[in-house]
């Protein structure tokens, strides 16, 4: 699949957005009084940080194709 380089720009600025947005919410969690209450959603968190960490990577090795 072949995409614009204006489409990568505006993804990744989607994705800086989402993770600085993910990794606030993991952090006011942890920062919880009874943090081992909220385990699963900070998992789930902390995987999504990782996954669109990874599509950030790819979309900056694809834009340095470009």
Known sequence: MEFQKVDLI???RQI???LHK???T???LEAKENAERY???ITLA???VKAFEIANYLIESE???K
């Open 26 to 28: 993991i952090n006011t």
């Open 10 to 12: 505006e993804a990744k």
């Open 46 to 48: 902390k995987r999504r």
């Open 22 to 24: 993910l990794k606030e």
């Open 63 to 65: 834009l340095a194709k």
């Open 39 to 41: 385990k699963s959603q």
């Open 16 to 18: 800086d957005s989402t």
